[in-house]
């Protein structure tokens, strides 16, 4: 006789899978607005409100769990340059979006987990298949078919969202790092203020020439809001299922990201670059359903 299934595991399951796809839905939300936001505000200006939006949110997590001190040495350094490289991304990931197309810049940003399989190899020793590798090679091909010459991508914009898509990969590599180290509201919260302070720098040298009215500040306010309120849904959705199960789904943000593209930008990748997102998704998801238990398939902060 068959056991019976637990009903509780099976509806922590599922409201995993949903929550992980509602906060999939406010980084793509929060992606769109910020590219239309763009065409009136600089970058910096719109980042620090986002990460002022993120720090008060990490107020909320110190105060409810409570202030951990922060440790020392090497453990010290490895979290502040975690919160460095997640400022770097979301910077360069902001800044590109002022000229790159929403669904070719994503597709590029989303090749970070093939860099991190590859930098693995190299910065933590971890072993990679034959099999890991060629999906790697395919998910790079696949970049390489979006930012071909002839498909008028700007140089700049591309080397910027690939900075965002390596330096993504190597917050992940810390975070897996520092797994275990460090309590994980304390992570969020120290990532959280080093990108406050990262954005704040540049920020008072690139004001806007006309500063938005109450309605613009109120919707750019909230796209922070949205922001964080998505990096929460995913801390759920990571307490209630596996993140080798949740991987996956994530490519979901990438189509999202297409479909916006195209019916709200007018910004549709040609055949080649849809060419080149397809075999990105299928190597990423390739690559999570093959990755082992330690390794980290994905963070429970995003930058998008």
Not at 113 to 132: M, T, Y
Request: with cysteine; hydrophobic share 55%.
């Amino acid at each position: 006789m068959q056991p019976l299934a637990n009903p509780t595991s099976s509806l922590n399951h599922k409201s995993g899978i949903l929550l992980f796809f509602c906060g999939l839905v406010t980084f793509a939300v929060f992606d769109a607005g910020s590219k239309y936001f763009l065409n009136f505000y600089p970058a910096p200006f719109l980042n620090v409100l986002r990460y002022s939006t993120v720090s008060v949110f990490a107020l909320f997590l110190l105060l409810k769990h409570g202030v951990a001190p922060l440790p020392k040495g090497r453990i010290l350094k490895l979290l502040v340059l975690r919160g460095v490289t997640l400022g770097v991304a979301g910077t360069a990931f902001m800044t590109a979006l002022t000229w790159m197309p929403l669904a070719e810049a994503t597709a590029i940003y989303f090749t970070s987990p093939l860099l991190i399989v590859a930098l693995s190899a190299w910065l933590l020793n971890e072993r990679v298949g034959r099999a890991q590798w060629y999906a790697v090679l395919a998910g790079l091909i696949g970049m390489l078919l979006i930012v071909r010459p002839g498909n008028e991508l700007p140089i700049l914009g591309t080397v910027l969202m690939a900075v965002a898509a390596l330096s993504y990969a190597l917050f992940q590599l810390l975070t897996r790092k520092l797994a275990g180290l460090v309590p994980g509201h304390t992570q969020y919260a120290t990532t959280a203020f080093v990108c406050w302070i990262i954005t704040a720098v540049p920020a008072p040298f690139f004001l806007p020439e006309i500063w938005p009215d109450s309605v613009d500040l109120a919707l750019i306010i909230g796209l922070g809001v949205l922001n964080a309120m998505g990096q929460m849904l995913l801390i759920a959705a990571f307490q209630r299922v596996a993140a080798s199960t949740l991987a996956p789904y994530n490519y979901c943000q990438l189509l999202m990201a297409v479909l916006i593209s195209s019916l709200v930008f007018k910004q549709a990748p040609d055949s080649l670059a849809l060419g080149g997102i397809v075999l990105i998704i299928a190597a990423g998801v390739f690559l999570a359903r093959r990755a082992p238990a330690s390794l980290p398939v994905y963070s429970t902060e995003k930058i998008s």
